[in-house]
């Protein structure tokens, strides 16, 4: 089946430094994917969604400026915390839409647990 | 927009029973409802996911259920096992499949 990749799997970074993960569909072409944030015990909260080729739509109340997202081709889609800080630690998640006609459905990446020191 | 609830949060049953954790949502324009099943530390992976112009689906001891009319719809799993202890996620979405809306989740703890 459609496998999306996601990397790396765990982030420690220092205060005021950027960290980029990456989401890569495997097999198959993702014009579109779709980046979440998950904090502990809590459900998914989509952040943006990346457009192949185009400008990410972001949500309301997500800054556009601290969340890089780069949709550069078909199979990656990249998002960079930018000068991170203690409260963007989080686990980030993303999903992409898989391709199969009639039976199509959302695979989701295998997350990156960010945690901000 | 879009609220989907969720209940309920916490769910123990004993190895062999079923279980079953409802959602409800808030826009009839709805019309894709996908259940995902989410083990520690992992991404959400799709166990069962239902379309609005079916009742029913069922795939071995998983079953969705949907009720448009009520705008709820719910995840059947039966004679339960240990591995199916995980949270689980319901979610909505117009257009089949954009702009997901989820449920806060379930936390399933199967006791052998």
């Known amino acids: 089946g459609a496998v999306v990749s996601q990397h790396p799997s765990r982030v420690i970074c220092k205060s005021g430094t950027s960290v980029k993960i990456e989401c890569r569909s495997l097999d198959f072409q993702a014009t579109t994917m779709f980046w979440y944030r998950q904090f502990p015990k809590k459900s998914l909260m989509l952040m943006a969604t990346?457009?192949?080729?185009?400008?990410?739509?972001?949500e309301q109340g997500v800054e556009k400026d601290k969340f890089l997202i780069n949709h550069a081709s078909l199979t990656l889609s990249t998002l960079t915390v930018t000068s991170a800080h203690p409260e963007d630690s989080s686990f980030y998640i993303c999903s992409a839409r898989t391709p199969g006609g009639a039976n199509y459905g959302y695979t989701f990446g295998s997350g990156t647990r960010l945690t901000v020191v | 927009g879009e609220n989907v609830e969720q209940h309920p949060s916490t769910l123990s049953v004993q190895e062999g029973d079923s279980a079953v954790i409802k959602c409800t949502y808030s826009?009839?324009?709805?019309?894709?409802f996908p259940w995902y099943k989410q083990e520690l530390g992992k991404g959400p992976q799709l166990i069962i996911d239902i379309r609005s112009n079916v009742g029913e689906k069922k795939d071995q001891r998983i079953a969705v259920t949907l009720n448009k009319t009520a705008k709820h719809f719910s995840l059947h799993i039966t004679e339960t096992q240990p591995e199916d202890s995980a949270v689980y996620f319901c979610?909505?979405?117009?257009?089949?499949?954009?702009?997901?809306?989820f449920g806060p989740g379930t936390r399933l703890s199967v006791l052998p």
């Open positions: 990346s457009n192949e080729g185009s400008k990410a739509t972001y």
């Open positions: 979610a909505a979405s117009i257009n089949y499949g954009q702009n997901f809306v």
């Open positions: 826009d009839s324009a709805s019309n894709y």
